[in-house]
């Protein structure tokens, strides 16, 4: 027996969204559940926010409304206590993860394109020496 799922303001909004495309569309709930694939009465749960949609099933759901996926979505607040997100973070980490990548990407590409397996082992060895305490074996490499 699975555990109890616990609804939250997702997935009520996704609920009421839900509700409202399938009324808009004129599709009745037998119809809709016919072609995701449940019954009826598990269409009118979600709409009741009784139970969680699945993201497969939302997405076929978006599909059979003529919505795109994130019509779901839209109106939905990112504060309060269910959500820890901080956009602030998010932008910072976006940022560093920017920075990193115009740095490693090009020696990436000049590391791919050396041929001599032999030269890359040592160059290996050598940012590890160069890394210090920092390099953790954890991860098995081609060259190692």
Excluded: C, W
């Amino acid at each position: 027996m699975r555990g109890l799922q616990k609804i939250g303001p997702v997935d009520r909004h996704i609920a009421t969204k839900l509700k409202k495309f399938r009324v808009e569309q004129g599709v009745g709930l037998e119809e809709l559940g016919e072609l995701v694939g449940v019954s009826f009465q598990q269409i009118q749960k979600y709409e009741k926010a009784q139970n969680k949609v699945t993201a497969s099933n939302l997405f076929q759901i978006a599909h059979a409304l003529n919505q795109p996926i994130n019509a779901f979505f839209d109106g939905l607040k990112i504060s309060g206590k269910y959500y820890t997100i901080k956009i602030n973070s998010e932008k910072k980490r976006k940022k560093e993860s920017d920075e990193m990548n115009k740095d490693l990407l090009p020696l990436i590409r000049s590391f791919n394109l050396i041929e001599n397996v032999q030269l890359k082992r040592q160059i290996v060895s050598l940012v590890r020496e160069i890394s210090g305490p920092h390099y953790r074996k954890k991860s098995k490499h081609i060259y190692s």
